[in-house]
């Protein structure tokens, strides 16, 4: 019996692609306008109902961008001469992460052209024939600009097709044209880099979180000393107890959900660079990448309330001046770009 296992490739690198889509800020299904045009776009080439590029995790795939026919009650999908009901909108914008072709797809790092899945005992069991009636399947590896494979861009049909190599070629150069997306996100990370060398010298401590669960984007030296230093990317509230302890991740809440500046006034924490408990109050500061676009995460600023002076360093110059340093950098800012509109 053979017992090689076709996907040990894509679980082995499962931790590095979770790692590189957190850094892109692709770690997560929202629907993206680019991803969605080049999904509409290869089904239009293709002329295949179901179009999706599908990054993936270790534990998921994440359809940021997805063609799919409408889901009206009256649409029917006729296959194998039968009349279907189908509704594409249960799929969602996200799956199992072993779920369907694309993951063998990634795991050889080659196209797949299935014309039609029922020729192939590997995979006409896969819970996407059972669940989506599709019969033919074309997926193309997607690389970022280094090398690494991120998911793929793939189309399917409802019944069995021939893919010639005419539209292989196409899917491989419309696929090709996203590394200057990812190319792009590199060099604004780069810009925010450098933005974070700058603060790194604030004499007051400094964090900045993205989402609703408070991964920690940045926090500068001072930060670390005082209440302990956290994984980058890790949830800060579970990352940093004392401060949750304290109500300021309350506070962190309540300035992402408003949209507004909170403050959470004296508190008395033991801190790491000093042998007695200090006084201090945080200012949480909700930050975005544009003018009107929803804010993505919190500038939390923690001021000494023993009358020290900070000087041209002062804390809430600091955090007003901050917004108006992201919005120049625009989408780079965050990690997570702005949702379809």
């Avoid at 990634?106 to 299935?114: F, G, I, K, P, Y």
């Avoid at 109500?247 to 000093?274: C, E, N, W």
């Amino acid at each position: 019996m053979d017992s090689h296992d076709p996907l040990e490739p894509f679980r082995r690198t499962g931790p590095q692609r979770t790692r590189r889509l957190t850094i892109l800020g692709l770690n997560a299904p929202d629907a993206e306008a680019t991803f969605d045009r080049v999904a509409r776009l290869a089904a239009t080439l293709t002329q295949a109902p179901l179009a999706m590029v599908n990054f993936i995790s270790a534990e998921r795939q994440m359809f940021r961008g997805m063609y799919v026919p409408s889901s009206s009650p009256e649409d029917v999908v006729d296959v194998e001469g039968g009349g279907i009901p189908f509704d594409l909108s249960t799929l969602g914008r996200e799956a199992p992460g072993e779920y369907g072709f694309c993951p063998h797809v990634v795991a050889e790092r080659s196209q797949l052209a299935l014309d039609d899945v029922f020729a192939y005992p590997r995979f006409k069991g896969n819970p996407l024939v059972n669940d989506l009636n599709v019969r033919s399947y074309l997926g193309t590896p997607l690389l970022d600009n280094t090398g690494q494979v991120l998911g793929t861009v793939c189309v399917a049909d409802f019944r069995p097709r021939v893919w010639d190599d005419q539209i292989m070629d196409t899917m491989k150069e419309l696929t090709a044209t996203l590394q200057s997306e990812f190319k792009l996100r590199d060099s604004l990370l780069a810009q925010q880099q450098e933005l974070f060398a700058v603060f790194d010298g604030a004499l007051f401590p400094i964090m900045l979180t993205e989402g609703p669960d408070h991964l920690l984007r940045y926090a500068n030296r001072k930060q670390g000393e005082a209440f302990g230093m956290a994984q980058q990317f890790s949830p800060a509230r579970h990352a940093l107890p004392g401060l949750d302890r304290v109500g300021v991740f309350h506070a962190m809440d309540d300035a992402l959900r408003r949209g507004q500046p909170t403050t959470l006034p004296k508190v008395t924490l033991s801190t790491y660079d000093a042998n007695t408990p200090q006084d201090f109050s945080f200012m949480c500061t909700p930050v975005r990448t544009a003018p009107g676009a929803p804010f993505k995460g919190v500038l939390t600023v923690a001021m000494s309330t023993m009358g020290q002076a900070y000087g041209a360093d002062d804390p809430q110059t600091f955090a007003a001046n901050v917004q108006g340093q992201f919005e120049q950098m625009g989408s780079g800012a965050f990690s997570d770009r702005s949702p379809r509109r």
